[in-house]
């Protein structure tokens, strides 16, 4: 059958699975990632694919790459995984990742023992001999390899010598090609051994999640060929409600930037299932909201989900039910996230979470060292909720009573009593039953148990309240006869206890000033002591040699010997004596001075934790160092392995603090010469900085305390940095009028130097396919280099229409069109990139003198412009070619605005000023109305002079005048640690920071103590 053919029978989407080799006809919205990536995989022996879970990896894989490679002349092996049950028989396997690859490759081996000891290059030599061509490369695709990662846990020493296995049959032959496939989350994991592997694994291809205008591909394609298109504007309805979330509230709906394949698929679907009995025809607004109502479809997927997990696991269908309600979805019906345990995760088994994550209804995502489970999309939580009320409705009053129960956290006041509870007892069986009915019935029984034996009590204690009272009247009259007489002896017992209690105050003070005074002459008395004791003992010594002679010479003696003996006796006691006394005063003088030591350590620690909150409440909102000072408070070695309770009470109050507050920061770089210019790679992992000294700096911010790289080719200051969209490659320029590209696999020589401009460069942006640079500086001049020409020196392109210097560009998209920004300090322009250079720009009308900075949103459809009079300028840019509205305008009370930068996620402006002050705005689409800032960052106290948000909107890099480079982290504060142990506490403090205390700040608050890392797993940092 044709691609473009399909029968009327056909549905042509899949469904909630993923797209297989024969489903390539019904694959759409992915051509340009997967040409990228067969251009990659063809250029490269060895490539890392990775997305997020859930983007479609193993379909584009399947419809996409496979096929090119086919067309390419390379023989594609069966695609293969490191994961699987072992058989039963097999035993002294060398490599469990290995053995499982192989018997994937060949799944119809009638004898897996004979693999258990085979190597991959040894298996792969003794196959290729076997295939129709043996001169063809081979192409080994290793799918979810994150496998390696999350199965076979005991195995994990294994797993370096499967990385050189790998990396042995590469090196073996030449014609093998290797793809390595897994979910972006584990990406950081391969880091230990990418050195094994040819060039350090660093071809790599990271694959967007499904964006709107994707999204929309997908959905009209297949049902285009289907023969039953969709009406215009019905599929972009179908789209906006695939992207819905919850804002801050319940109620707050708003669209979100990605669409989740699964999500999509259901929902078509079920459309095309419900209108195949219909006639051929358009596929109408009536159709959508009759027969593809997202809620019900993805509550029927919902429905199909759970029941295959109750089958499979023997879960009951209530415990799921009410595990989704009270663990995946919040009282304000936004989703939650649970941790996954050993065993289970959140009591439920882990068995059934794999089951739900493969049929792709939850979503695992590892952070804060460990492994998080959440719904794939906000847009389930309703259909579950429904889905969950509409269930309940159907089972009995006791089933429904239960669930109340459970999710309302098992309330007291819900459980059964009395003749209810009793009658339910009657109608089930209470040991066969399911949970949490079995647990309902079983609590309600406990509860009306206490409240049976609480009401005997109560009886029995008011018939023992009335024979007291008896008992109380008849000994009141002995008590008061007793009263009267010892009136008077009782006086007379407090006048003279008042003398006592005088008299044991005076000895108190006594002793206190001799205990003062025997701690300062304890040492004195010690060595007093021992001196005596010597003397007394020579005496004893000389003694006995005297009553020696004298017995040799005549028994006239004898008389004297024996009194001498008696006086050598008497001195050697008198000589133990004081010498256990001198002992005894050592020792005393010894635990004096350990417990002033102890004191001295316990007030240390005590500093410490107070600098801590006084570091909190500075104006340099140092949240890092506060977090190092808490750690360290409690970690130094005089304390002991018990640190002094009000020590970590006070330690653990500040932790609990700085965890917990948002916008938590680490400081990468305190000083040094401005940093002018930051600028994010597309995977997170790099931040790059310009510095005036003239050298770039590369943080990984994967490897957390590493120093950064140093790219210094540059002969001045440098202006300006940016990463390419597409690859690791990295542009800086300055005031040399020089451009370095820098590949970061191999960063010590520029791969490239481009040379044109006139003096300073200022401004560089890549376009997004990453095949053109642009650049701006002081000559007034905007240039275009073609980075895929041979040689981009000559076909270099300039535009001239600034009067002044060009201060700063950006690229925008939309509408079917593409526009480059510039500005300087006399206009903004927005040149039609198509028609470069002939076109002419059009101009931004403002009264605004533009200084040096300028920032799109994530549509490309607002921009943010800073100028020299401290304000800021919004344009809505919906439809540059027919009309630009005038701009909303806020002023700041401030010298000057250095930065402003977008979020590419949600719809957050930040705006630097020169105070070091930092704004955060929400701004919604197609809104120019900045309205009151969202929150205020404090931070390095000398002016922001660059701002850049990560590709996920995690994280704002900040740059200073004073050289400060600062890491803010955007998403919620560090949750789960308020009322978390200590020990957890820590933990989770150490990483939170990228550094470990330098010596300077080592001397400043721990003079004269012996330098440790407050956390082990860190470097030694002395930034």
């Given at each position: 059958?044709?691609?473009?053919?399909?029968?009327?029978?056909?549905?042509?989407?899949?469904?909630?699975?993923?797209?297989?080799?024969?489903?390539?006809?019904?694959?759409?919205?992915?051509?340009?990632?997967?040409?990228?990536?067969?251009?990659?995989?063809?250029?490269e022996p060895l490539t890392l694919f990775y997305a997020r879970s859930g983007a479609?990896?193993?379909?584009?894989?399947?419809?996409?790459?496979?096929?090119?490679?086919?067309?390419?002349?390379?023989?594609?092996?069966?695609?293969?995984?490191?994961?699987?049950?072992?058989?039963?028989?097999?035993?002294?396997?060398?490599?469990?990742?290995?053995?499982?690859?192989?018997?994937?490759?060949?799944?119809?081996?009638?004898?897996?023992?004979?693999?258990?000891?085979?190597?991959?290059?040894?298996?792969?030599?003794?196959?290729?001999?076997?295939?129709?061509?043996?001169?063809?490369?081979?192409?080994?695709?290793?799918?979810?390899?994150?496998?390696?990662?999350?199965?076979?846990?005991?195995?994990?020493?294994?797993?370096?010598?499967?990385?050189?296995?790998?990396?042995?049959?590469?090196?073996?032959?030449?014609?093998?090609?290797?793809?390595?496939?897994?979910?972006?989350?584990?990406?950081?994991?391969?880091?230990?051994?990418?050195?094994?592997?040819?060039?350090?694994?660093?071809?790599?291809?990271?694959?967007?999640?499904?964006?709107?205008?994707?999204?929309?591909?997908?959905?009209?394609?297949?049902?285009?060929?289907?023969?039953?298109?969709?009406?215009?504007?019905?599929?972009?309805?179908?789209?906006?409600?695939?992207?819905?979330?919850?804002?801050?509230?319940?109620?707050?709906?708003?669209?979100?930037?990605?669409?989740?394949?699964?999500?999509?698929?259901?929902?078509?679907?079920?459309?095309?299932?419900?209108?195949?009995?219909?006639?051929?025809?358009?596929?109408?607004?009536?159709?959508?909201?009759?027969?593809?109502?997202?809620?019900?479809?993805?509550?029927?997927?919902?429905?199909?989900?759970?029941?295959?997990?109750?089958?499979?696991?023997?879960?009951?269908?209530?415990?799921?039910?009410?595990?989704?309600?009270?663990?995946?979805?919040?009282?304000?019906?936004?989703?939650?996230?649970?941790?996954?345990?050993?065993?289970?995760?959140?009591?439920?088994?882990?068995?059934?979470?794999?089951?739900?994550?493969n049929q792709f209804l939850l979503r695992s995502e590892f952070r804060a060292g460990?492994?998080?489970?959440?719904?794939?999309?906000?847009?389930?939580?309703?259909?579950?909720?429904?889905?969950?009320?509409?269930?309940?409705?159907?089972?009995?009053?006791?089933?429904?009573?239960?669930?109340?129960?459970?999710?309302?956290?098992?309330?007291?006041?819900?459980?059964?009593?009395?003749?209810?509870?009793?009658?339910?007892?009657?109608?089930?069986?209470?040991?066969?039953?399911?949970?949490?009915?079995?647990?309902?019935?079983?609590?309600?029984?406990?509860?009306?148990?206490?409240?049976?034996?609480?009401?005997?009590?109560?009886?029995?204690?008011?018939?023992?309240?009335?024979?007291?009272?008896?008992?109380?009247?008849?000994?009141?009259?002995?008590?008061?006869?007793?009263?009267?007489?010892?009136?008077?002896?009782?006086?007379?017992?407090?006048?003279?206890?008042?003398?006592?209690?005088?008299?044991?105050?005076?000895?108190?003070?006594?002793?206190?000033?001799?205990?003062?005074?025997?701690?300062?002459?304890?040492?004195?008395?010690?060595?007093?002591?021992?001196?005596?004791?010597?003397?007394?003992?020579?005496?004893?010594?000389?003694?006995?040699?005297?009553?020696?002679?004298?017995?040799?010479?005549?028994?006239?003696?004898?008389?004297?010997?024996?009194?001498?003996?008696?006086?050598?006796?008497?001195?050697?006691?008198?000589?133990?004596?004081?010498?256990?006394?001198?002992?005894?005063?050592?020792?005393?003088?010894?635990?004096?001075?350990?417990?002033?030591?102890?004191?001295?350590?316990?007030?240390?620690?005590?500093?410490?934790?107070?600098?801590?909150?006084?570091?909190?409440?500075?104006?340099?909102?140092?949240?890092?160092?506060?977090?190092?000072?808490?750690?360290?408070?409690?970690?130094?070695?005089?304390?002991?392995?018990?640190?002094?309770?009000?020590?970590?009470?006070?330690?653990?109050?500040?932790?609990?603090?700085?965890?917990?507050?948002?916008?938590?920061?680490?400081?990468?770089?305190?000083?040094?010469?401005?940093?002018?210019?930051?600028?994010?790679?597309?995977?997170?992992?790099?931040?790059?900085?310009?510095?005036?000294?003239?050298?770039?700096?590369?943080?990984?911010?994967?490897?957390?305390?590493?120093?950064?790289?140093?790219?210094?080719?540059?002969?001045?200051?440098?202006?300006?940095?940016?990463?390419?969209?597409?690859?690791?490659?990295?542009?800086?320029?300055?005031?040399?009028?020089?451009?370095?590209?820098?590949?970061?696999?191999?960063?010590?020589?520029?791969?490239?130097?481009?040379?044109?401009?006139?003096?300073?460069?200022?401004?560089?942006?890549?376009?997004?396919?990453?095949?053109?640079?642009?650049?701006?500086?002081?000559?007034?001049?905007?240039?275009?280099?073609?980075?895929?020409?041979?040689?981009?020196?000559?076909?270099?392109?300039?535009?001239?229409?600034?009067?002044?210097?060009?201060?700063?560009?950006?690229?925008?998209?939309?509408?079917?069109?593409?526009?480059?920004?510039?500005?300087?300090?006399?206009?903004?322009?927005?040149?039609?990139?198509?028609?470069?250079?002939?076109?002419?720009?059009?101009?931004?009308?403002?009264?605004?003198?533009?200084?040096?900075?300028?920032?799109?949103?994530?549509?490309?459809?607002?921009?943010?412009?800073?100028?020299?009079?401290?304000?800021?300028?919004?344009?809505?840019?919906?439809?540059?070619?027919?009309?630009?509205?005038?701009?909303?305008?806020?002023?700041?009370?401030?010298?000057?605005?250095?930065?402003?930068?977008?979020?590419?996620?949600?719809?957050?402006?930040?705006?630097?000023?020169?105070?070091?002050?930092?704004?955060?705005?929400?701004?919604?689409?197609?809104?120019?109305?900045?309205?009151?800032?969202?929150?205020?960052?404090?931070?390095?106290?000398?002016?922001?002079?660059?701002?850049?948000?990560?590709?996920?909107?995690?994280?704002?890099?900040?740059?200073?005048?004073?050289?400060?480079?600062?890491?803010?982290?955007?998403?919620?504060?560090?949750?789960?640690?308020?009322?978390?142990?200590?020990?957890?506490?820590?933990?989770?403090?150490?990483?939170?920071?990228?550094?470990?205390?330098?010596?300077?700040?080592?001397?400043?608050?721990?003079?004269?103590?012996?330098?440790?890392?407050?956390?082990?797993?860190?470097?030694?940092?002395?930034?």
């Amino acid at each position: 059958m044709a691609r473009d053919e399909l029968t009327s029978s056909t549905n042509p989407y899949v469904g909630p699975r993923t797209f297989l080799e024969e489903d390539a006809r019904l694959f759409f919205g992915r051509e340009r990632e997967a040409r990228e990536l067969l251009s990659l995989v063809i250029s490269e022996p060895l490539t890392l694919f990775y997305a997020r879970s859930g983007a479609g990896k193993s379909s584009l894989i399947n419809t996409r790459l496979i096929p090119g490679l086919r067309d390419e002349e390379f023989f594609v092996l069966p695609v293969t995984r490191v994961s699987g049950a072992l058989p039963a028989k097999v035993t002294e396997i060398t490599n469990v990742f290995a053995f499982n690859l192989l018997l994937n490759l060949d799944p119809n081996q009638a004898e897996p023992q004979a693999l258990a000891q085979t190597t991959l290059s040894e298996y792969l030599q003794r196959t290729k001999e076997q295939l129709p061509d043996p001169t063809l490369a081979r192409v080994l695709i290793i799918d979810q390899f994150e496998e390696i990662f999350t199965t076979h846990l005991d195995h994990w020493q294994e797993r370096p010598a499967f990385f050189e296995q790998l990396a042995q049959a590469m090196n073996q032959d030449p014609l093998l090609w290797v793809l390595l496939s897994m979910r972006e989350d584990y990406v950081a994991s391969l880091d230990p051994f990418a050195r094994m592997l040819p060039r350090r694994l660093r071809p790599r291809f990271f694959m967007q999640r499904m964006d709107a205008e994707t999204a929309l591909i997908a959905i009209e394609e297949p049902a285009r060929r289907g023969g039953r298109p969709f009406a215009p504007g019905v599929a972009e309805t179908l789209v906006n409600n695939l992207r819905q979330i919850h804002g801050q509230t319940k109620d707050e709906v708003i669209l979100g930037q990605f669409v989740e394949p699964v999500q999509l698929q259901v929902v078509c679907y079920q459309l095309w299932h419900n209108l195949q009995a219909r006639p051929l025809a358009e596929i109408s607004y009536d159709d959508v909201k009759e027969l593809g109502d997202v809620d019900m479809a993805l509550g029927q997927f919902y429905e199909q989900a759970i029941g295959r997990v109750i089958k499979e696991t023997g879960v009951t269908e209530l415990t799921l039910r009410n595990w989704f309600e009270n663990h995946l979805i919040t009282e304000s019906r936004t989703r939650g996230t649970v941790y996954q345990g050993r065993e289970t995760t959140a009591s439920l088994p882990n068995e059934a979470i794999l089951l739900l994550v493969n049929q792709f209804l939850l979503r695992s995502e590892f952070r804060a060292g460990g492994t998080w489970f959440e719904l794939v999309h906000d847009r389930f939580v309703e259909p579950i909720l429904q889905a969950n009320a509409e269930w309940r409705l159907r089972q009995s009053p006791l089933v429904q009573a239960a669930a109340a129960w459970e999710r309302a956290e098992r309330p007291r006041e819900k459980l059964f009593r009395g003749t209810q509870l009793r009658e339910a007892l009657q109608e089930v069986n209470l040991e066969t039953c399911e949970e949490p009915v079995k647990s309902f019935l079983q609590a309600s029984q406990d509860a009306q148990n206490e409240r049976d034996l609480a009401r005997a009590q109560e009886e029995a204690e008011k018939e023992a309240r009335i024979a007291a009272r008896l008992r109380l009247l008849a000994i009141g009259l002995v008590i008061a006869f007793f009263l009267t007489a010892a009136a008077s002896v009782i006086a007379l017992w407090q006048s003279q206890a008042a003398q006592v209690q005088a008299a044991q105050n005076a000895t108190l003070a006594i002793v206190n000033e001799a205990a003062a005074a025997t701690a300062g002459i304890a040492a004195v008395t010690s060595d007093s002591f021992a001196v005596e004791a010597n003397f007394l003992v020579q005496t004893a010594n000389a003694a006995a040699a005297d009553a020696a002679q004298a017995q040799g010479t005549s028994e006239a003696f004898a008389q004297e010997n024996l009194d001498l003996a008696a006086t050598s006796q008497a001195a050697a006691f008198l000589a133990a004596t004081r010498a256990a006394e001198a002992e005894q005063a050592r020792q005393d003088a010894e635990q004096a001075r350990l417990e002033a030591e102890q004191q001295r350590c316990i007030v240390l620690s005590q500093a410490l934790a107070a600098q801590a909150i006084l570091t909190l409440s500075q104006p340099q909102n140092d949240t890092e160092l506060a977090t190092l000072l808490a750690v360290q408070a409690t970690n130094l070695p005089c304390l002991g392995e018990t640190p002094d309770i009000e020590v970590r009470q006070l330690s653990q109050a500040v932790l609990q603090d700085v965890l917990t507050r948002p916008y938590y920061n680490n400081i990468l770089r305190r000083s040094g010469s401005p940093v002018r210019s930051l600028t994010f790679s597309r995977d997170g992992q790099w931040l790059a900085a310009a510095t005036d000294d003239g050298i770039v700096l590369v943080y990984d911010l994967f490897a957390p305390g590493n120093d950064p790289y140093q790219l210094s080719q540059h002969t001045g200051p440098v202006r300006t940095v940016a990463f390419n969209p597409v690859t690791i490659q990295l542009a800086s320029a300055g005031d040399d009028g020089l451009i370095n590209l820098w590949d970061l696999a191999n960063p010590d020589q520029p791969l490239l130097t481009l040379a044109g401009h006139a003096g300073s460069v200022r401004a560089l942006v890549f376009s997004p396919d990453g095949t053109r640079l642009f650049s701006g500086g002081e000559d007034r001049s905007v240039r275009i280099w073609e980075l895929t020409a041979d040689e981009p020196q000559r076909s270099m392109m300039v535009i001239s229409e600034h009067t002044n210097i060009v201060f700063a560009l950006t690229y925008a998209q939309g509408n079917n069109q593409s526009y480059l920004i510039s500005a300087s300090a006399e206009a903004v322009y927005l040149w039609e990139v198509s028609r470069l250079p002939q076109v002419r720009p059009l101009r931004l009308s403002s009264n605004q003198r533009f200084a040096n900075d300028l920032a799109l949103n994530r549509t490309g459809r607002l921009l943010a412009t800073i100028g020299s009079d401290a304000s800021v300028r919004l344009w809505n840019l919906a439809n540059p070619a027919s009309s630009i509205p005038a701009p909303s305008s806020l002023t700041f009370n401030v010298a000057q605005l250095g930065a402003v930068a977008f979020s590419p996620v949600g719809s957050t402006l930040f705006v630097g000023d020169s105070t070091g002050t930092i704004r955060l705005w929400e701004v919604p689409a197609f809104t120019t109305d900045l309205g009151q800032a969202r929150a205020t960052l404090l931070g390095p106290q000398a002016a922001i002079l660059g701002l850049t948000v990560s590709p996920d909107g995690q994280f704002l890099a900040s740059a200073a005048a004073s050289g400060e480079i600062r890491l803010w982290q955007l998403s919620a504060a560090t949750g789960g640690v308020e009322d978390a142990e200590y020990e957890i506490l820590l933990e989770q403090a150490c990483k939170e920071v990228s550094r470990n205390l330098s010596a300077e700040e080592w001397e400043n608050y721990l003079p004269g103590q012996v330098y440790i890392p407050t956390c082990v797993d860190l470097p030694i940092n002395n930034r």
